[in-house]
């Protein structure tokens, strides 16, 4: 199982991006997806997650309004719209999933993910 993140790359303070990471390797789409992120010296910290028809999301509450997370139609994909992005969203962000349902308390725990990627960096430049 693959997950290829994308779409990452250098954007000035209130300027936007748009992240996208592609899974392959299962033979059904993934029920739960999610992204999370890595500022260097910090840990990785849960951003937001998506169940598969993208019915029930969830944010961090530091992203909550300005970030939007969707799914693909063929739902292999998943989306990460990143608005009024600030210096302090600058980081390595990490696509992960789970072929299974997670509950909503469970998408911000890494351990409730399967997969990952291999990130995509983001630069923010004040």
């Known amino acids: 199982v693959q997950l290829q993140a994308s779409g990452g790359g250098l954007v000035q303070a209130g300027g936007s991006l748009r992240l996208s990471c592609v899974v392959s390797?299962?033979?059904?789409?993934?029920?739960?997806m999610g992204w999370f992120r890595q500022a260097p010296g910090k840990e990785r910290e849960f951003v937001a997650a998506?169940?598969?028809?993208?019915?029930?999301?969830v944010y961090a509450d530091s992203v909550k309004g300005r970030f939007t997370i969707s799914r693909g139609s063929a739902e292999n994909m998943v989306y990460l719209q990143m608005n009024s992005l600030k210096p302090e969203d600058a980081a390595v962000y990490y696509c992960?999933?789970?072929?299974?349902?997670?509950?909503?308390?469970?998408?911000?725990?890494?351990?409730?993910?399967?997969?990952w990627g291999q990130g995509t960096q983001v630069t923010v430049s004040s």
């Open positions: 992960a999933a789970n072929r299974n349902r997670v509950a909503l308390t469970g998408r911000r725990l890494e351990y409730m993910y399967e997969y």
């Open positions: 998506i169940s598969r028809g993208g019915g029930s999301t």
């Open positions: 390797g299962l033979t059904t789409s993934p029920y739960t």
